[in-house]
DNA sequence: CGCTATAGGTAGGCAGCCAACCTATGGATC
DNA sequence: GATCCATAGGTTGGCTGCCTACCTATAGCG
């Protein structure tokens, strides 16, 4: 998959992986990869400062923790985020319906 | 709609306006507005730099015409641009697969 | 003469994503 | 006890693509 076709979606996508229970970094690279059937496969440099990013716009938030002596930051969904991710998804299928509705039609009459 | 949605999506949009008929620069991007509903109003400074890249990549091909005293730049799509837009389909269902996929099933257990 | 619609274009900048790189622990392998 | 991999976190710099802002030009209308 083309790399900049995920530009402007990728923040729908992380906080989808949160909704329904939180997760830390790590961890919401391996759902994407596994939920996507291998299609995803997001390096950190992505997923990181784009959690800081989300976090600084206070729609996510992260709690340390230290697990089998490794360390862990944990993040969930703040209400503010779960009103984001609706509108990410209603943002999404606005999109594809707009992008369907040019690529999808087959060739188009000449004078329209 | 968010701007960088359209990263990486729209070359498609444009080799698609160019199926089924030529078109010059100014039409493709009054198609690609009533094509949408109104969503899409893409500026003069995204089309037209984006039909030359097309064009360097052999995807569309352009004639001048006068037409009225004015000059006018009518691309087509080329065999490798038809080629081209098909693929771009292809990359679009997939794409748009593996979001549904992410977005679509609502919360996820927290164990996935 | 000025304004709008039509038609083409360029230049500079911003932001998002990625590649490359770095640190650290625990367990398995050698 | 050394080495390597999986796990887990992170930063930095750069590329690229799109957009904002600006410019030129003609035809027609007021």
Redesign the pocket.
Known sequence: MK??A??????ALLLATLDGGRR???????ALHQRSGGALD????????????LETAGLVT?EWST????????YRLTRAGQRALAAERTAWREFTTVIDGVLGGGPWPAGT
Chains 1, 2 share one sequence.
Not at 42 to 53: E, F, I, Q
């Open positions: 790399s900049d995920l530009r402007g979606h990728l923040d830390h970094g790590y961890a919401i690279i391996e997001l390096p950190t440099g992505t997923v990181y400062p784009a959690l800081r990013r992260s697990v089998g002596g490794r360390q862990r930051r944990t």
